[in-house]
């Protein structure tokens, strides 16, 4: 019963996402944030398989781009993507503006890239604990020494794990 419940109120969520209403937004930002949790749950297993390896992301970065097109209705241009593959180490600053963002820059995640976020989206379930398994690094933005200790923990995974890291 709840599983019907839950798929008709996807299917009318997908009919609103598609047609011009004055709740058209705020169906999309709700399918957004469920498409969030429902990919955390999704790939939390390849967490559990593969513990702290950025290459995990690929299976993200593979599969959220049909979802901004398809299900959310945005489409990506992608400028100069190239210029996201690196060999080695890095750090890759990014000024987004909502968690919309986060979607969007799955269309040039760089290879073996980890994310440095908010700690308090550690304690989101599933994302957190999918994130967590992922690799991300976790700041707590209100306590300046902790921050500066994730940072300095961000630095040596990008020397030992030879690995980029993303700021959001």
């Known amino acids: 019963m709840l599983l019907e419940v839950t798929l008709l109120l996807l299917v009318v969520l997908l009919v609103?996402?598609?047609?011009?209403?004055?709740?058209?937004?705020?169906?999309?930002?709700?399918?957004?944030?469920?498409?969030?949790?429902?990919?955390?749950?999704?790939?939390?297993?390849?967490?559990?398989?593969?513990?702290?390896?950025?290459?995990?992301?690929?299976?993200?970065?593979?599969?959220?781009?049909?979802?901004?097109?398809?299900?959310?209705?945005?489409?990506?241009?992608?400028?100069?993507?190239?210029?996201?593959?690196?060999?080695?180490p890095f750090v890759l600053l990014l000024n987004h503006?909502?968690?919309?963002?986060?979607?969007?820059?799955?269309?040039i995640w760089p290879d073996r890239c980890v994310t440095i976020m908010k700690r308090v989206l550690m304690y989101v379930f599933p994302f957190g604990v999918t994130a967590t398994l992922f690799g991300c690094i976790f700041i707590d933005r209100g306590n300046r020494n902790n921050a500066q200790s994730s940072l300095e923990h961000a630095g040596q995974e990008l020397k030992n794990r030879n690995v980029g890291v993303l700021f959001l």
């Open 97 to 107: 503006q909502s968690s919309l963002d986060a979607f969007i820059m799955m269309h």
């Open 16 to 88: 609103l996402c598609r047609v011009e209403t004055p709740i058209q937004y705020s169906a999309k930002m709700f399918m957004f944030y469920f498409f969030c949790l429902f990919l955390a749950t999704v790939t939390l297993p390849l967490g559990l398989v593969r513990p702290f390896n950025p290459e995990n992301h690929k299976v993200l970065s593979f599969i959220v781009p049909y979802l901004t097109k398809y299900i959310l209705g945005i489409t990506v241009e992608v400028r100069d993507g190239h210029n996201s593959k690196l060999n080695k």
